[in-house]
């Protein structure tokens, strides 16, 4: 993540295919939630499965 001003945005999100479909993705957004949370400010997600995943609830509603 990257942090400009009150919000922290996710540009891109890899998970090597060996471990794709486990979770992984949605551990690391929520997790990248968390710190934007702890620093104060609003999380942003760029990549399409990202976001796709954010608003699915992966990461809960308050993460918006």
Request: hydrophobic letters at 40%; zero cysteines.
């Amino acid at each position: 993540t990257r942090g400009h001003g009150a919000e922290m945005k996710l540009d891109k999100l890899y998970v090597h295919h060996d471990y794709q479909r486990r979770g992984y993705g949605g551990l690391l957004i929520t997790r990248a939630v968390a710190a934007a949370r702890a620093a104060g400010r609003k999380f942003s997600a760029r990549t399409s499965r990202a976001r796709a995943s954010f608003m699915a609830g992966a990461v809960g509603k308050k993460g918006r």
